[in-house]
Every structure is written in structure tokens, then in C-alpha cells.
């Protein structure tokens, strides 16, 4: 069973574009949704979390923003950089533990 | 940030010989660690939680015996794949979380193949 289901499978974006990345969960129990960026034989690392309290959240260029009622989440990527390009995962998980990931995106950004 | 080490970070064997992976917490304590399977181009799967001073706990569909873990400290969680056969080449990933809450640091990852 996919807990959560993360949209699309790969995006590219021009330099200076936003990237956009959805997901959807499944489980009302979780509360805790972080974002977890990926390059190529690198442990993932986390970008930006958030919890159901609060509808969004900005660090930098990045922003994820939270329905609770549709059990959606996404990550906004603000002026996109080629050193964006990674693989990004969106996560969830009931006190922080046992992340349950998505299935991952790969992000492109042509210079 | 915390800092998760995994040693070693390749390693190549041949089909039927054991596998030891470490994952350390270097500058934290963690009572828990997560290890994580990721197959190319595939996303991180939870194997099994680590807990310090007792047996794993271990998701459904992965081999105990396969896949032992060992958390003989709070700063130390190792992974041994036995008997390991090709199917089991894959990136394993381990994670732990500073105090039991917060964010969770993943290592950096070690990659397996099995010949």
C-alpha cells in the first residue's frame, strides 16, 4: 500500500522558474511531512519540514504549503538553480518516526 | 547539524559471503536508528528501526535472519546482510534523530553489490 503518492515523476525547469511538487497521503494519523532532497550517491537530506498546525511554511526559496482537509502537500521551489537539480522525496510519518517516502521526483533546471 | 557517518560507503562481494554495515552517530546519542533499502532510481524503503539494547523491529517482508542488526551502543547500529546473493545489491541507508525528536539525519549511504 503507497502511503503516499508523489506527483510528478520528473520536472524540468528553466533557470530562474519555480518547480513545483505535489504529494498526497493516505494515513489522518500522520503528522509530520518533511522534504528531503537527493543527489546521486548521497544520503537524502532534509530541505524543509512541516505540521498540520500551519498551512505553510517558507525557508529561503523554498515553501511547502499544507491541505489538511485533501491530505495534500507540496514544495514550491522559488527561482530555480541548475544546483537545484537532485531527486526530491516527500516524506510523512506519526511522531517523526519511521518516514513513510514518496516515490520521488527528479528535477531538472536548465541553465 | 547532526552528523550520521556510514562506513564502508562501497563495498563489493562475492555471492554467499556476509556484509557488515556500521552507521554511527557522531556527535549524538540515538537510541533509535532506521535503516532504509533504496534500489536505483527507486525511493527509500524502511527495512527496520534499531533499537539500543534490544532487538529490531523489524517492517513486513524483510528477512530477520537476512538482515541482522546489531545496536550495541547509542552511537552505533550495524547492518549484516548474510549470505548475501546479487538480488541484494542495493543503497542502504541509515538514520537516526538527536534526542529521539526533531529531524532525522540520514547517513550517507552504502552501496552493495553482490557478484
Known amino acids: 500500500q503507497q502511503q503516499v503518492k508523489q506527483s510528478p515523476q520528473s520536472l524540468i525547469v528553466q533557470k530562474g522558474g519555480i518547480s513545483i511538487i505535489n504529494c498526497a497521503y493516505e494515513n489522518t494519523a500522520f503528522d509530520y511531512f518533511p522534504w528531503y532532497q537527493q543527489f546521486p550517491g548521497k544520503g537524502p537530506a532534509l530541505l524543509i519540514a512541516?505540521?498540520?498546525?500551519?498551512s505553510e511554511k517558507k525557508e529561503g526559496r523554498f515553501t511547502i504549503s499544507f491541505n489538511k482537509s485533501a491530505k495534500q502537500f507540496s514544495l514550491h521551489i522559488m527561482d530555480s538553480q541548475p544546483g537545484d537539480s537532485a531527486t526530491y522525496f516527500c516524506a510523512a510519518s506519526k511522531d517523526g518516526n519511521k518516514l513513510v517516502f514518496g516515490a520521488g521526483t527528479i528535477l531538472r533546471v536548465k541553465s | 547539524g547532526a552528523v550520521v557517518s556510514q562506513h564502508p560507503s562501497r563495498v563489493i562481494c562475492k555471492s554467499g559471503t556476509s556484509v557488515k554495515i556500521e552507521c554511527r552517530s557522531l556527535d549524538f546519542q540515538a537510541t533509535t536508528m532506521f535503516w532504509y533499502r533504496q534500489f536505483p532510481k527507486q525511493s527509500l524503503m524502511l527495512m527496520a528501526t534499531s533499537n539500543e539494547g534490544s532487538k529490531a523491529t523489524y517492517e513486513q517482508g524483510v528477512e530477520k535472519d537476512k538482515f541482522l542488526i546489531n545496536h550495541a551502543s547509542l552511537t552505533l547500529s550495524t547492518l549484516t546482510v548474510t549470505s548475501a546473493h546479487p538480488e541484494d545489491s542495493s543503497f542502504y541507508i541509515c538514520?537516526?534523530?538527536?534526542?529521539?525528536?526533531?529531524?532525522?539525519?540520514f547517513g550517507e549511504g552504502s552501496r552493495l553489490t553482490v557478484l
Open positions: 512541516i505540521r498540520p498546525d500551519v
Open positions: 538514520s537516526a534523530r538527536p534526542g529521539g525528536t526533531g529531524e532525522l539525519f
